[in-house]
Every structure is written in structure tokens, then in C-alpha cells.
């Protein structure tokens, strides 16, 4: 059943329906599915497969744009849930994040901005599109002591060596940790532009966030 429901939701969102992402996700809460399991078992892998189809030019751009609002529809739904599950009151630390300056792929660090609130930090999203400076003048405003850059593109990669050298010109390198994420993006990429870590899912930039807290 369980199974079955997930595979469904996959599928929908593969399918490029509409409406069923949201009404299947809606019907898995109903069944008392793990929202994270919803999202790691059957958002993520149908995402990948669209992304898949579309590198070997069996999709095309609309394709990528329908399910892509599928899932934001269906994870419009499980993110209050997952925010209700995971409640800390004291506070993890502070997290400025974003999709770097040329890129606006939202979907996968709206993802991780949502499971670091939901496991105690203080999140200041961004957004995407996110110009260097503006990246820099937050980490000052709020103190913050992580900053998070999503990359999805080749050709944005570098914005994210961009943001990490501005921190370092401003004097911000020695306070702030930061941890790079996004399809193209690995560990030996966050190693050669000087990151502090490299996470590849949402889960993932949860644990190295608390990792990279000032005094661990
Ligand atoms: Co887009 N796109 N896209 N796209 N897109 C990718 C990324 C390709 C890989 C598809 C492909 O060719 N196989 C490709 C990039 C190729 C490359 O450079 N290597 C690509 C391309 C080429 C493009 C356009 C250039 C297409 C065009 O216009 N010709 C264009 C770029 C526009 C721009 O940004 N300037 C474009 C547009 C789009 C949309 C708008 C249609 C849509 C985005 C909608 C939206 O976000 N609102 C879209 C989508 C949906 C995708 C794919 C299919 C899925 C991305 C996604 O949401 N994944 C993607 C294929 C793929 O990624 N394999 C494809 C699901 C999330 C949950 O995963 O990897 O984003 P995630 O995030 C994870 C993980 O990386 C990590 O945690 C997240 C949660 O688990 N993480 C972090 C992410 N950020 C982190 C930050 C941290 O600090 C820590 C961890």
C-alpha cells in the first residue's frame, strides 16, 4: 500500500499531470506516510527521472516546467508537516541560503532552507537569482554562521567560489561556514573552492549544518 502510493506519485509526476502530484501526496499524509519519506521516496526519484528524459531529449522544457510545479504544489502541502514533526526550541544556529546569481532552480533548497527550520535554525532564504553581494550583506546583517549555495547549473557553479572569495574579502570567512549543494555540485568541487562541506540532499545539509556549528 505504502508502496504503492509512492509509486503513484512518482509516476504522476513523470506523467506530467496536473494535479494528482498533489492529490496522491495529500492521499499518502492521509495514510500516514512519513512526509520526508514522501519527498525522498517519491518527489526526489520522480524529479531525477523527468531530469533524466529531459538530458536525453525524450522531455523537453515544458515538460521540466509542469512537473516541476507539481512537486512545488505537493511540497507546498508537506512542508508545514514537516516543520510540525521535527520541532526544537532551542536554537541550531543561523542559516543564510540560496540559489546563486544565473540560476533559478528553487526546488532543491527550498527543500533544505525548510528541513534546517525544521530541525531548529534560524533560516534567511534568499530566494534565487541571488547576487554575490547580497549573499555577503546578509551573513553581516544577521550574524549568521552557516551560508548555504545552491548550484544546478554548470555554468553557475563558479558563483558559488564567487560568494566564498567576497566573504573572505569582507574579513567574514573566519565566522562564517560554507556548505554547497546542487546536482553538478561534489565534494571535490567543494574541496577546490575552499567550502566546508558538501551536502547532497536535504538530510545531508541538515547533519553537516550541525556539524559546522561554531565549537564542533
Ligand atoms: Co533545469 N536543469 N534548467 N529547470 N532542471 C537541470 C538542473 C538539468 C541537470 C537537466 C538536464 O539537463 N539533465 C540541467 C542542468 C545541466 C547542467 O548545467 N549540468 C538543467 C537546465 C539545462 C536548465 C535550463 C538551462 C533549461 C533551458 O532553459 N534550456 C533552465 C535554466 C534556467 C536558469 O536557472 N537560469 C532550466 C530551468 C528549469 C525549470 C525552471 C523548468 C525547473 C526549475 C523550477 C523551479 O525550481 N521552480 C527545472 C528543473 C525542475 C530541473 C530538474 C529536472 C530538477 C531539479 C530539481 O528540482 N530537483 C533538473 C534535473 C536534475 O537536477 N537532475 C534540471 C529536485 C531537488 C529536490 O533536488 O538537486 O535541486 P536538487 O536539490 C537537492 C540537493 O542537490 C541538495 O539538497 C536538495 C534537496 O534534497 N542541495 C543542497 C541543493 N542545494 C543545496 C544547497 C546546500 O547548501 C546544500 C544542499
Redesign the pocket.
Known amino acids: 500500500m505504502t508502496t504503492d502510493l509512492l509509486s503513484s506519485i512518482t509516476a504522476s509526476l513523470v506523467d506530467g499531470d496536473p494535479d494528482l502530484p498533489v492529490s496522491r501526496t495529500k492521499a499518502a499524509l492521509r495514510a500516514g506516510i512519513e512526509p520526508l519519506a514522501i519527498v525522498e521516496r517519491a518527489l ?1 526519484p520522480g ?2 527521472i ?3 528524459r ?2 536525453a531529449g525524450e522531455y523537453f ?1 515544458p515538460n ?2 509542469v ?2 510545479n507539481g ?2 504544489r505537493a511540497m507546498a502541502i508537506i512542508e508545514p508537516e514537516l516543520g510540525a514533526r521535527h520541532q526544537t526550541r532551542e536554537l541550531a544556529g543561523t542559516v543564510v ?1 540560496g540559489t546563486v546569481k ?8 527550498s ?2 532552507a525548510t528541513m534546517l527550520s525544521a530541525n531548529g535554525f534560524e533560516v534567511h532564504d534568499l530566494g534565487v537569482d541571488v547576487a554575490v553581494e547580497k549573499f555577503v550583506s546578509t551573513v553581516k546583517q544577521t550574524n549568521a554562521t552557516v551560508v ?3 548550484a ?4 553557475t557553479m563558479n558563483v558559488q567560489k564567487k560568494v566564498i572569495e567576497a566573504l573572505a574579502a569582507e574579513g567574514l570567512r573566519d565566522r562564517v561556514k560554507v ?6 555540485v561534489n565534494d571535490r568541487w567543494a574541496k577546490e573552492i575552499g567550502a566546508d562541506g558538501y ?4 538530510v545531508g ?1 541538515v547533519d553537516l549544518a550541525l556539524r559546522l556549528r561554531p565549537g564542533r
Do not use: Q, Y
Not at 102 to 109: F, P, R, S
Not at 152 to 155: A, I, K, M, S, V
Open positions: 526526489v524529479m531525477r523527468v531530469g533524466e529531459f538530458s522544457l521540466l516546467i512537473s516541476a512537486m512545488k541560503i544565473g540560476d533559478i532552480h528553487e526546488i532543491g533548497k527543500l533544505v548555504g549555495l545552491s544546478l547549473l554548470t555554468t556548505m554547497v549543494g546542487g546536482a553538478p551536502a547532497e540532499d536535504a545539509a
